[in-house]
């Protein structure tokens, strides 16, 4: 099949140690080789370009119920950005919720190859997936949503980790799902009847149990399951002044849990909606200094920015509770969508401004963070797309992160109240395009147990991003205007070995895969099946048969089995 | 004899996946679970469909092949500047994505049901916002349910049975052994009253009485106990009123203000009038307490409010009052879709595109502004020049000068059944029935996703909705290209 050859370029592959060595890539039949044989091949010429692998973002809101609601939600932002047919590729919207083939199109430009949509209910898994298979040129997972599902709360109610494993085993096959998501846990079983919890000691009512235990036991339930990634956690008191402290005590919960091969067992994400001090919105602060000093003195934790953008965004998350807050304090249209037995969703419209003193200190936070986190390996790159902040701003955010004076020239613009308290003025520390490299690529491969993404050593997917910066005649601290429009169209993007992106073009349409686990259980507990079976047509109102998602109807499918301890 | 079970039903937005269908050979033979359209629909399918495809020649309807069929339609509809493709409630997600793709290429305008049903609640959402949930939520915790310019008796049978008062929930019990009492209780009721008018002579008082609304005094206790309790709300007693706790009959078209008033009084407000669209302020007043007073209400409301005075605007003030009482306590909302994938025809038409129906496509890129880019519309100014309906029957619901436009330009028809449109067709691909003959998905009004199975074979000649649109678009594609390729060779 196809071989490629991508010469000359600086190539950053943080996986396997090279840093910036200009050296070529060999490509053969979608993966990375250390040779080619044939005499057929395209040639790439990278001199004088970064070569990366491509972009893997961990934590984008892209499709399913509520990114659809959210599209539904917003004709206005849609009229902005329209994206023609062409002879390639397919029409569509965009700005902060793009219609589906403009949500692949737009990440392949940017030079990106795989990305995971974080929340996945799990009884509508099925249009999640539509979704995805309609999302091209990109390889794709979801998440389950599973700390207020009933038949996780049950079992681990009464202490019972194996049957919620169990349980969790098969909702991961039969939602095709790739790792265990945790929205305000507790708090969304309680936004059923319109309440919320308070903190993660706090009881569910009518459950009997406490986020601390839900946090724990899911953590448990993931390690006997040795699913790739961590548990993914949305904490309880996501926006709320005075949260950072709920943010250290969901970290500490498990801190015991932690095994001793030093693999992290908690991925803490968008931490900066999580990492606000004061008692309300008048002493409101940042808290980035005391989460960042936390999780550099603890190796089990790893973190995603949810850096804002000053602009014109939809926030969406499953905390449905947050959101109804978030309404109440923006007044903008506002939906909401409770999904049965399982989790919830909320949607508003929201617009991040300079001159807003919260805003501005929520900008300054998740920079701050990005840069007192000593450890690359343990904090990425995102905004929580699209909540603080639209994929396509990618690279202004880079920018920040390459170049103090960029950040300061934004800060010396926004709220007078906030430049005086950001900590920002008080940091030099400029990311590299070594740690650019581990921040959105590397480091997220690691952290999701993505074995042949985020690097590009012999085995690897062929994705490989190439960027049009020169690496050692840039001074990306004083061009970081070069950087950011080097990182915003990539010269060539490359999946499984073909071109499909060249100039910011998208110049051969693909389908991407999905991504999702298989948990191997022992035969006894198959047994779950005929137990979960019964308890169906009492909980819910579709069929067991008619619940699970056929694996045939993901375009792609790339099962990965896992052997488990259940 | 197989029995199928977990059968999607393709009739009403209650999508019901409990169905089991009895096939022998290649036929349905029985039907269990099913409500009486859902029964009749199994068993009664297609009972017109022409055997093959049909093409218009010197007037008349004659037999033609796939091929020609395939190449007529694409013909037209590569030809014509602004073609309209319609329907697409009463089939698959997946035709209608081919159907997406066909209307980009051909530079059409694709268009739902929705534009004449619950479009209105589409476009209030796309102002307010929406506070809904899925139906298991109703079924387990929702202790107060209103239907509200809906009649779910006749048009959704088994919404009550399987989601509201009739259901067992973890949280809230079922209701029906209450319901068939007062049902009971109520028709004992009519009879006796029946006998007394048969008996005595009849007074004109009779029939002035029936211009007078049917309304409480106050509304009646069994409202404020902690158990289900239902209300409905309508312009004239139905079915579904019969069983309800509490029937409140409105004048037509003041659905906007009895809505406004109550958002008034949930404010404390005084009202400056005695009654509100034929309903005293003191009525008024007690539902308000009990819209509080619930531990989770929802309501449901239908055409009665999307097409009446007001349209969207009902809509509109209807989810302000539910996002107002979100203050109190938990109340959701939810339309009763009509058509069974009305629902998907939005999902699929709002991921692809970016909107939910009136898709223009004209340009190159979706454009949306119902009333400029909808169906109806666009027929009544007679701007499109040819058209293609899918799984719908426009001749029979259109307004006159619509259908007028529609069927003096190429009509290409895809249906299972002759209709009224079919009967103006040029080309009519008779095609198999989406969850009966054919597999897809369907989403439920709640959004929730739900298999459709292939139960029996289609004949040889009827091919999916989905098939025929994907041949039509790749004959389209062939056809554009072939132009394009003529324009460039001068």
Known sequence: ?566 | MTVISNVTCPVCGSLCDDLEIEVEGNNITNVRNACGMGESKFLGYASHRPSNPLVRKNGELVKATMTEAVRKSAEILANASYPILYGWSNTSCEALSAGIELAEEVGGVIDNTSTVCHGPSVLSIQDVGFSTCTLGQVRHRADLVLYWGSNPWSAHPRHIERYTNFTEGRFRHSEWHRYISTLSAYRSKKRAERACKLTEEIHEAAAETSTVLEQPRRLPSSLYEKERKMIVVDVRRTRSADIADCFLQVEPNKDYEIFQALRSLLRDEELQVDSVGGVSVEVLEDLVDVLVGCEFGVLFFGVGLTMSEGKLRNIEAGISLIRDLNQYTKFMIMPMRGHYNVTGANVVSTWQTGYPFAVDMSQGYPRYNPGETSVVDILSRGESDAALIVASDPVAHFPRESVKNLVAKPLIVIDPERNATSLFADVIFPCAVAGVEAEGTAYRMDRVPLPLKQLVKPPKSCLSDQEILCRILREARRIKKKAGEAMANG
């Open chain 1, 1 to 566: 099949m196809a071989e490629l050859l991508v010469k000359n370029g600086f190539v950053y592959d943080p996986l396997n140690g090279v840093n910036g060595e200009k050296m070529d890539l060999f490509a053969k039949d979608g993966k990375i080789v250390d040779k080619l044989n044939g005499r057929r091949k395209r040639i790439v010429d990278a001199s004088g370009m970064i070569v990366m692998p491509g972009g893997v973002d961990i934590h984008s809101h892209i499709a399913g119920p509520k990114v659809n609601a959210g599209r539904l939600l917003r004709p206005e932002d849609h009229y902005r950005d329209v994206e023609p047919k062409t002879d390639k590729t397919r029409s569509g919207v965009g700005r902060s919720i793009p219609s589906t083939f403009t949500t692949g199109y737009r990440y392949a430009r940017l030079g990106y190859t795989t990305v995971m949509e974080p929340a996945m209910p799990p009884l509508l898994a099925r249009h999640v997936h539509e979704e995805l298979n309609d999302t091209p040129m990109i390889d794709k997972a979801a998440f389950p949503l599973l700390s207020d599902c009933w038949f996780v709360l049950e079992p681990l109610q009464k202490g019972l980790i194996e049957e919620a494993a169990a349980y969790v085993a098969w909702a991961m096959e039969a939602t095709r799902g790739y790792a265990i998501k945790l929205v305000n846990p507790g708090g969304l079983e309680a936004w059923g009847f319109g309440r919320n919890v308070r903190n993660i000691d706090d009881t569910v009512p009518h459950f009997n149990i406490t986020p601390r235990e839900i946090i724990r036991g899911l953590c448990r339930v993931n390690r006997l399951l040795h699913l790739p990634h961590s548990i993914h956690v949305h904490t309880n008191n996501l926006g709320k002044p005075g949260n950072y402290e709920t943010c250290l005590e969901t970290m500490k919960c498990v801190e015991d849990l932690a095994p001793s091969d030093s693999r992290p067992v908690i991925h803490v994400t968008h931490l900066q909606f999580s990492s606000f001090k004061g008692d309300d919105w008048q002493t409101f602060e940042s808290g980035a200094e005391e989460i960042a000093r936390y999780v550099n003195t603890h190796n089990h934790v790893t973190t995603d920015m949810g850096q804002v953008v000053f602009t014109d965004t939809t926030t969406m998350t499953a905390d449905g509770p947050f959101q109804y807050i978030l309404y109440q304090l923006s007044h903008n249209k506002w939906v909401n969508n409770d999904v049965e037995i399982e989790t919830s969703a909320g949607i508003v419209p929201f617009t991040y401004k300079r001159s807003s003193f919260v805003h501005a200190t929520q900008w300054s936070i998740g920079l701050e963070l990005a840069l007192l986190v000593n450890d690359p390996w343990r904090m990425y790159m995102t905004t929580d797309h699209p909540n603080a902040a639209p994929f396509i701003f990618y690279p202004k955010i880079i920018s920040w992160l390459v170049s103090r004076i960029a950040r300061e020239k934004l800060l010396n613009k926004v709220s007078k109240r906030a430049r005086h308290k950001s900590l920002l003025p008080t940091i030099d520390r400029e990311y590299t395009f070594y740690e650019l490299a581990i921040a959105t690529r590397a480091g997220q491969a690691k952290s999701l147990g993505l074995k042949d993404k985020g690097h590009l050593g012999v085995g690897a997917d062929a994705d490989i991003a190439i960027y049009n910066v020169n690496p050692e005649e840039v001074d990306p601290s004083k061009q970081y205007k070069r950087v950011r429009k080097a990182f915003k169209n990539a010269e060539y993007t490359i999946k499984d070995g073909q071109i499909v992106v060249k100039k910011g073009e998208v110049v051969k349409p693909v389908d991407g895969r999905i991504f999702w686990v298989k948990p191997e259980l022992s035969s006894s507990r198959m047994e779950i099946s005929p137990k979960l079976k019964e308890a169906f047509e009492d909980y819910y109102t579709v069929q067991y048969e008619n619940y699970i998602v056929p694996e045939h109807h993901l375009a792609h499918s790339h099962p990965i089995s896992i052997k488990t301890e259940v």
